[in-house]
């Protein structure tokens, strides 16, 4: 079956400018997260959605930063007036719904979108 | 702040011989502790998990082990396999598993 797919693969873009990154799940897949990894760096949360639920934005690192999941299904994140420090690599994950302390809900990763802002 | 720290950027083993990555965290809340590999331009894929109440869990070629008390854990392969060079990531969560804290990673090279 088809993995969690995200468009654009590459995006070169210039500061100040408005970008959408588009993040397709799994399907059957309630659950949804965005991630982004920085040079030498880890994975960092960005925000989850699950079902109907609002949104888990904690992890958002600006109110430049707001991501929509429409019909439960796709995704995306869009970051306004971008900056050179949004470089990165932006991955999408999903997941079935988390069941607390059943055991591990495994979150399945697309490619990613790597990002340069200019 | 990290909270999941992998201090060894990279690491360098001999096919067949043993792989073992480290990874140190601080927070005691967590409950699941996870690796994920990552190969060149792809996302990071699941390999192995452990819940806070085990100190070891087996998967094949690939065991976790947990030091609660030490707030260690660490990944074994044996025997390392060329296709085993990768990327892998350290992470942790919650009961409910929806925020995985990561590590920043370990390079794993497999000489044949």
């Known amino acids: 079956g088809a993995g969690v797919s995200q468009s654009p693969s590459n995006k070169v873009t210039e500061k100040g400018k408005d970008v959408e990154l588009r993040c397709d799940p799994i399907s059957g897949h309630t659950a949804l997260y965005w991630y982004r990894q920085s040079l030498g760096q880890g994975l960092e949360f960005l925000i989850y959605?699950?079902?109907?639920?609002?949104?888990?934005k904690s992890g958002l690192p600006s109110d430049r930063f707001s991501a929509e999941r429409t019909g439960g299904s796709v995704s995306t994140l869009t970051i306004q007036r971008t900056q050179q420090e949004d470089s990165a690599v932006y991955l999408c994950?999903?997941?079935?719904?988390?069941?607390?302390?059943?055991?591990?809900?495994?979150?399945?990763f697309g490619p990613g979108t790597r990002l340069t802002v200019l | 702040d990290q909270q999941v720290k992998q201090n060894s950027p990279s690491l360098s083993v001999q096919e067949g011989r043993i792989s073992i990555l480290n990874c140190d965290y601080t927070?005691?809340?967590?409950?699941?502790f996870l690796w994920y590999k990552k190969y060149p331009a792809e996302g990071p894929t699941f390999l192995i998990s452990?819940?806070?109440?085990?100190d070891k869990n087996e998967d094949g070629r690939f065991t976790v082990f947990l030091n609660k008390s030490a707030k260690h854990l660490s990944l074994h392969i044996v025997p390392s396999q060329p296709g085993d060079s990768a990327v892998y990531f350290c992470?942790?969560?919650?009961?409910?598993?929806?925020?995985?804290?990561f590590g920043a990673g370990t390079i794993l090279r497999v000489k044949s």
């Open positions: 452990i819940s806070s109440i085990k």
């Open positions: 959605f699950q079902g109907n639920s609002a949104p888990d």
């Open positions: 994950a999903s997941s079935l719904a988390p069941l607390a302390g059943l055991s591990y809900n495994e979150q399945f």
């Open positions: 992470a942790a969560s919650d009961l409910y598993g929806n925020k995985l804290v």
């Open positions: 927070n005691s809340m967590f409950d699941y």
